[in-house]
């Protein structure tokens, strides 16, 4: 079972070579991943779909950023069984809250007696729906603009975009999200006749993703090599500087104009810490 996951997690990763993601798992991320997420990983592994659980690998880099950004207040879109969801919660403090979005009700149940178990539940408000409507309802209240540290999206690719914009008004300036996914399986450097027709479609809405947060100034990014691409983005600008909501406030991704703002930004003490 072990080498089976491996093989489908090397060939879906982006290192490619079993061997080495092997001795990244064994060397760096299983000597030191908790035990409630171990159990959780192995009620998944019975799962029909549990290859869309979070790479072991991102997993790791997720935790260290949560722990320097101090994460308290989060959101997570896109569940599944909970592995993401649980290493969030084991990494914000007692008093840290995370909304956690998934129309899937039921694989959130396999992992949540696990959850319960670690004693993080009251961290969690999972909220069984589209995610859209809910961050919707999220920026109803003036008091969550500007008030969430961190984020992960790990759902339907074809919203990414939405999610982004709307993410941007939670996020306090120097908060994190993550997006996951974001190099497809390595189809984003393939033609697409090179792809198998299964991932034309989130290949085709990846590649646009990525073009467009390259060139939104709002943010820092970061497109990682972890698992199957996460895509690290800071929140570097905010609202009062931002022109516009059109990624790049009209100026250009490469301006100077963005950096002033940063800086700007900078010098009133708008950055956390
Ligand atoms: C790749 S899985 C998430 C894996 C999870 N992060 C983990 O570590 O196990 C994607 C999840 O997104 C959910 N999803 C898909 N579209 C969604 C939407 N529009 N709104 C909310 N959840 C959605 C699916 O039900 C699925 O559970």
Redesign the pocket.
């Known amino acids: 079972m072990y080498n089976k996951i491996l093989r489908t997690m090397a060939s879906k990763g982006l290192l490619q070579t079993e061997e080495l993601y092997k001795y990244i798992l064994e060397s760096s991320v299983f000597p030191r991943e908790p035990e409630p997420l171990k159990e959780l990983r192995d009620v998944?592994a019975n799962h029909p779909r549990k290859l869309?659980?979070?790479a072991l690998d991102a997993g790791q880099i997720i935790t260290m950023l949560l722990q320097l950004v101090n994460a308290k207040k989060t959101i997570?879109?896109?569940?599944?069984?909970?592995?993401?969801?649980l290493l969030t919660a084991l990494s914000i403090p007692e008093d840290g809250k995370i909304t956690a979005?998934?129309?899937?009700r039921d694989?959130y149940e396999i992992g949540l007696p696990i959850i319960k178990k670690a004693g993080v539940e009251h961290k969690i408000n999972f909220v069984e729906?589209?995610?859209?409507p809910v961050l919707d309802q999220l920026l109803t209240d003036h008091e969550n603009e500007g008030s969430y540290d961190y984020a992960?999206v790990?759902?339907?690719k074809v919203?990414y975009w939405n999610y982004h914009e709307r993410l941007l008004k939670l996020l306090k300036v120097g908060g994190i999200v993550v997006y996951?996914n974001t190099l497809w399986g390595g189809s984003v450097a393939k033609n697409e006749n090179e792809t198998p027709e299964f991932y034309r479609p989130g290949r085709h809405l990846t590649i646009e993703f990525n073009k467009q947060i390259a060139a939104d100034s709002r943010v820092q990014i970061s497109l990682a090599p972890f698992g199957d691409g996460i895509t690290i983005c800071k929140r570097i600008i905010s609202r009062a500087f931002s022109l516009s909501s059109s990624g790049d406030g009209g100026l250009g991704a490469s301006g100077g104009y963005s950096i002033l703002l940063w800086s700007l930004d900078n010098r009133k003490g708008a950055m956390s810490p």
């Not at 997570?76 to 969801?85: D, H, K, P, Q």
């Not at 979005?101 to 899937?104: E, K, N, Q, S």
């Open positions: 998944t869309m659980a979070t997570e879109i896109g569940v599944f069984t909970g592995y993401s969801l979005i998934d129309i899937d694989a729906s589209e995610a859209l992960f790990d759902a339907d919203n996951d």
